[in-house]
């Protein structure tokens, strides 16, 4: 399983951006995806997760209601829409896989990473 993050950019406080993130390799099944990130000199820390079959998502309290997680099945892509993107949202974001469906928020949990796509918001 190979994962592509793409996406990043520099946008200003308020804006939006929509992350996606690439599978190619096994990708038939239902398995947990997710989106993490890590800002320079912190752990990198849970964003959001989603089911690949059913769709059901989970967010991070700082995200909720601004940030949303979809997939494609079809191109086998998943996306984050981040809105209303503040300073403190400014990292290296990551999506990751699962082997299996359940949804998790640990790092540990995630058996697949691809590399990160640099997101800046400037204030």
């Known amino acids: 399983v190979q994962l592509q993050a793409f996406g990043g950019g520099l946008v200003q406080a308020g804006g939006s951006l929509r992350l996606s993130c690439a599978a190619s390799?096994?990708?038939?099944?239902?398995?947990?995806m997710g989106w993490f990130r890590q800002a320079p000199g912190k752990e990198r820390e849970f964003v959001a997760a989603?089911?690949?079959?059913?769709?059901?998502?989970y967010y991070a309290d700082s995200v909720k209601g601004r940030f949303t997680i979809s997939r494609d099945n079809v191109m086998s892509t998943m996306h984050l829409q981040m809105n209303s993107l503040k300073p403190e949202d400014t990292a290296v974001y990551y999506c990751a896989r699962r082997r299996i469906a359940t949804i998790s928020s640990r790092v540990d949990d995630y058996d697949y990473w691809g590399q990160g796509t640099l997101v800046t918001v400037s204030s």
């Open positions: 390799g096994r990708i038939f099944g239902n398995y947990a």
């Open positions: 989603s089911t690949w079959h059913s769709g059901s998502a």
